[in-house]
């Protein structure tokens, strides 16, 4: 089932954009459905899936050098996480970057 969501990514000079921490150098395309894929990271935990919020908010995260973009979540699950992180995360097999927020 295709549900909406939101995610943050960092925005390069050139205006692409990637993902926070996670294979970052990658640089991701709208309109695209894109795959979850694993890239175990050094300080961080295994949770090969999209990490998408229910609402364009996360407060432990700066916004500087980056944007909220509207996704669509396929194959995901509700992953629940305390008030300052957002509240609820989304982990998604796949996700389509519609447009910005």
């Known amino acids: 089932m295709k549900m909406k969501a939101y995610k943050l990514f960092r925005v390069l000079k050139s205006g692409e ?3 926070l921490f996670i294979n970052k150098k990658e640089r991701l395309e709208l309109n695209k ?3 979850a894929e ?3 990271t050094k300080g961080f935990k295994l949770r090969p899936y999209w990490h998408c919020t229910s609402k364009p908010e996360a407060p432990h995260l700066s916004e500087k050098g980056r944007v909220w973009m509207e996704v ?3 194959g995901y ?3 629940k996480r ?3 992180q957002g509240g609820v995360w989304f982990l998604a097999d796949n996700i389509r970057i519609v447009g910005d927020v």
């Open 17 to 19: 954009i990637t993902s």
């Open 33 to 35: 459905w894109l795959v």
């Open 38 to 40: 694993s890239f175990p």
């Open 72 to 74: 669509e979540m396929d």
């Open 77 to 79: 699950q509700e992953f």
């Open 82 to 84: 305390p008030a300052i």
